[in-house]
């Protein structure tokens, strides 16, 4: 793949598809940690498969390197490209483990909610499944003095579903319970609650057993989806 072709019109559509005024509100959503060149995610998308028409699969040193060179730009929306890059083809090359480096330099630079969790559930976790020995960097990562990198953690079995392995998504919401950080403490109620569809009765166990432990705002997440169904009427019956 000619990375050099590639950015190179990326940069130039994105120039010419620059929205000032939308620039603006969007830094501000994300507390202007970051620039925007003002593309809604529908126009970005849509200029996003232009500029991707007619090229070829990357290598896994192609994702490597696009990502890199997106990463170095100042507005978000080359991280946001970068993201959904990776997404699409990470699980299908399959990258190797060593490509979880590139994955934690990436969660750990801009590092905020908008690109984390996009990594961590599509990128770190389809990592982990194709290589299941990276579960034990995942344990090395719940302890992790840097939030993001503990949010990934937690988040990294957000699309397992039925793959989950309960037992430690447990444990990882345990070791954190304590945390104060705003975003660890969502973290923790988000990935019970996509748990809860598909074993509730384990979640609701487990928030019970550990409501002094977890936070409110963990506890309330992880039952939102199962409070708003127990809320519900029951269905008329029917004649028969």
Same mark, same amino acid.
Request: aromatic share 10%; glycine share 4%.
């Given at each position: 793949?000619?990375?050099?072709?590639?950015?190179?019109?990326?940069?130039?559509?994105?120039?010419?598809?620059?929205?000032?005024?939308?620039?603006?509100?969007?830094?501000?959503?994300?507390?202007?940690?970051?620039?925007?060149?003002?593309?809604?995610?529908?126009?970005?998308?849509?200029?996003?498969?232009?500029?991707?028409?007619?090229?070829?699969?990357?290598?896994?040193?192609?994702?490597?390197?696009?990502?890199?060179?997106?990463?170095?730009?100042?507005?978000?929306?080359?991280?946001?490209?970068?993201?959904?890059?990776?997404?699409?083809?990470?699980?299908?090359?399959?990258?190797?483990?060593?490509?979880?480096?590139?994955?934690?330099?990436?969660?750990?630079?801009?590092?905020?909610?908008?690109?984390?969790?996009?990594?961590?559930?599509?990128?770190?976790?389809?990592?982990?499944?194709?290589?299941?020995?990276?579960?034990?960097?995942?344990?090395?990562?719940?302890?992790?003095? /840097?939030?993001?990198?503990?949010?990934?953690?937690?988040?990294?079995?957000?699309?397992?579903?039925?793959?989950?392995?309960?037992?430690?998504?447990?444990?990882?919401?345990?070791?954190?319970?304590?945390?104060?950080?705003?975003?660890?403490?969502?973290?923790?109620?988000?990935?019970?609650?996509?748990?809860?569809?598909? /074993?509730?009765?384990?979640?609701?166990?487990?928030?019970?057993?550990?409501?002094?432990?977890?936070?409110?705002?963990?506890?309330?997440?992880?039952?939102?989806?199962?409070?708003?169904?127990?809320?519900?009427?029951?269905?008329?019956?029917?004649?028969?």
């Amino acid at each position: 793949m000619d990375l050099d072709a590639l950015v190179a019109e990326l940069t130039e559509r994105y120039g010419n598809a620059r929205d000032e005024a939308r620039a603006g509100p969007m830094a501000a959503y994300l507390r202007h940690q970051f620039a925007f060149i003002g593309l809604g995610s529908q126009a970005r998308r849509t200029v996003d498969r232009a500029v991707l028409a007619g090229r070829s699969a990357p290598t896994e040193a192609d994702l490597r390197e696009l990502a890199l060179r997106c990463w170095a730009q100042p507005e978000r929306e080359y991280q946001y490209f970068a993201v959904e890059y990776l997404r699409r083809w990470v699980p299908k090359l399959p990258a190797s483990e060593d490509f979880l480096g590139t994955a934690e330099a990436l969660i750990r630079s801009k590092s905020w909610w908008d690109t984390v969790d996009e990594l961590a559930a599509h990128v770190v976790g389809p990592l982990v499944l194709l290589h299941p020995t990276l579960v034990l960097t995942m344990d090395d990562w719940i302890d992790s003095p /840097d939030l993001w990198i503990a949010r990934t953690a937690i988040l990294h079995q957000l699309a397992y579903k039925d793959r989950t392995d309960a037992d430690r998504l447990f444990a990882y919401c345990l070791r954190r319970a304590s945390e104060r950080d705003f975003f660890i403490r969502k973290a923790i109620g988000w990935a019970l609650r996509q748990y809860s569809r598909v /074993d509730e009765e384990a979640v609701r166990g487990f928030v019970a057993a550990n409501s002094g432990s977890l936070s409110p705002l963990s506890c309330r997440e992880a039952l939102v989806w199962l409070s708003r169904r127990d809320r519900r009427p029951p269905a008329p019956a029917t004649r028969t």
